[in-house]
């Protein structure tokens, strides 16, 4: 049986629901974040009113959390490691 995650997903305007994914495969140069924090920025807050576009889609990109499972070319890369804390920076 495979890993499952959770997700928040907007699915209508104004709609949330928790829905479970597959585990995803992680290529060499990624990393899967363990949510621990999320924050809701001004555009989240206007998209779950009004979306641009249809859903569903996971929202968010002010997390902070552990790396669950990174790929050998992430590790070099970054000098980061299953385990450690991070936060995602959203203005790259």
Known sequence: ??????????TAPQTTEFREYDMPDIPDEAAL???EVAGICGTDVKFYSKPP???????GHENIGYIAKAGKVFQERKGLKEGDLVF???YV
């Open 1 to 10: 049986m495979a890993e499952k995650v959770t997700a928040a997903v907007r």
């Open 53 to 59: 576009f249809e859903g569903p889609v996971i929202m």
């Open 33 to 35: 974040l363990k949510v």
């Open 88 to 90: 995602v920076e959203h």
